[in-house]
């Protein structure tokens, strides 16, 4: 009998809703040192995304892409990643790249800095994608690069349920599975493309099946459970070290907030987030640390105490920064700028010029 592709891409779990363990093979390898660093990061993601949305009501930032709600999707993948790996996030995935960098240096990049697009940790991570799709044939041409010299390198790519919607979804799935790219494709389903409904977007039932026209494996896992995200995200960086090939990852989860700050997404979606707030992958966690016996007293008012420090520490340090260089807007296209942008960039300055003396 066919299977239908309910039963061929089932949602992966591994503790329900409540945090009850449903996979006992995992059992050996939740420890308690991995859930206290799993949720420390998790509070501490959520808190700077809070952060970060008061920054930009305060006018401390320009528009600002929220992701609260898909932590565990983003922590739990990061985390599968070994030093070396490379990393292409979108314009939503701040709490993916500080995991995997240990760095905040992406928050100037929402205040218009340049500084913001380079990754100051040392690690193989892209500025952040801001057109949709476009880093997914990139991501698997450095996969194929890594593969062809050799190396033990694994590449990961981030994109929202909207981008498999564009041409360069299926032309980096495309040229990942001819050539055998180690690289894991890892698609957050929030289920909206801004104001789009997935179901209005696509007839497939999932986006994990896409993967099989590519003839490569895709998976469905519950992107709110990060003991799922991980394990499974980790099998699939694991196949690729190996050369076994690259996996197309659909992690279901769902944003709280707006697309981004300058939108109001009442005018189109539903206020469901009651609703999946019954899934909060920050809640789930400490439920199953608490019936595991994982939680002492006092211990997450005092992560929260420290990720609060952090995060202050973070925003002091960028909005301690210099002033901007104009000359950074007009001086990396060209090795000689012609005319007419030194013309542009004369006009700019006396612009402000004019503005500093009143």
């Known amino acids: 009998m066919t299977q239908s592709i309910a ?29 206290e660093k799993f949720l420390k990061q998790l509070k ?11 920054m930009q009501r305060q006018g401390r930032i320009g528009t600002y892409p929220l992701f609260g709600g898909q932590e565990a999707a983003q922590v739990g ?57 476009t880093q997914l044939p990139i991501s698997a041409g450095i996969a194929m690069a890594s ?30 599975s001819v050539f055998n790219a180690p690289v894991v494709f890892f698609n957050q389903n929030n289920q909206y493309a801004i104001s789009v409904p997935i179901w209005k977007q696509m007839k497939s ?27 499974e995200t980790k099998k699939a960086v694991d196949k690729a070290r190996k050369g076994d090939g690259p996996t197309l990852i659909e992690a279901v989860t769902w944003r709280y907030g707006a697309h981004t700050t300058a939108d109001d997404p009442t005018k189109y979606r539903e206020d469901d987030n009651e609703k999946h707030r019954l899934n909060d992958p920050i809640n789930r966690l400490e439920k199953f640390m608490n019936d595991a016996g994982f939680l002492s007293d006092g211990w997450i008012e005092t992560i929260e105490s420290e990720n609060e420090s952090i995060i ?17 807007i007009y001086d990396h296209m060209f090795e000689v700028n012609p005319w007419t942008i030194e013309e542009q960039k004369a006009a700019f300055k006396a612009f402000f010029a004019r503005r500093a003396n009143g």
Not at 9 to 14: E, T, Y
Not at 82 to 104: G, K
Not at 313 to 318: C, D
Request: net charge negative; proline share 4%; with cysteine.
């Open 77 to 133: 993948s990061a985390y599968a990643l070994e030093e070396n790996d490379w990393m292409f996030p979108t314009y939503r995935d701040h709490a993916a790249a500080i995991t995997f960098t240990n760095s905040f240096n992406l928050i100037a990049n929402w205040n218009g800095r340049v500084e913001g697009n380079i990754d100051d940790s040392g690690k193989k991570v892209l500025p952040p994608s801001v057109p949709i799709a």
């Open 205 to 231: 039932e999932t986006i994990a099946q896409k993967a099989i026209a590519y003839g490569m494996e895709g998976k469905r896992i519950d992107g709110n459970d990060i003991f799922a995200v991980y394990f």
């Open 147 to 176: 593969a062809y010299k050799g190396e033990q390198e694994v590449t990961i790519c981030y994109f929202g349920d909207g981008a498999t919607s564009e041409g360069d979804f299926h032309e980096g799935m495309n040229f990942a």
């Open 312 to 328: 202050e520490a973070a925003v002091k340090e960028f909005e301690s920064m210099e002033k901007p260089n104009i000359d950074d």
């Open 7 to 35: 039963e061929q891409f089932p949602l992966i779990q591994v503790i329900d809703q409540d945090g009850k363990l449903l996979d006992d093979s995992y059992k050996e390898e939740i420890t308690r040192e991995l859930c």
């Open 44 to 54: 501490l993601m959520r808190a700077l995304d809070e952060k970060m949305v008061n």
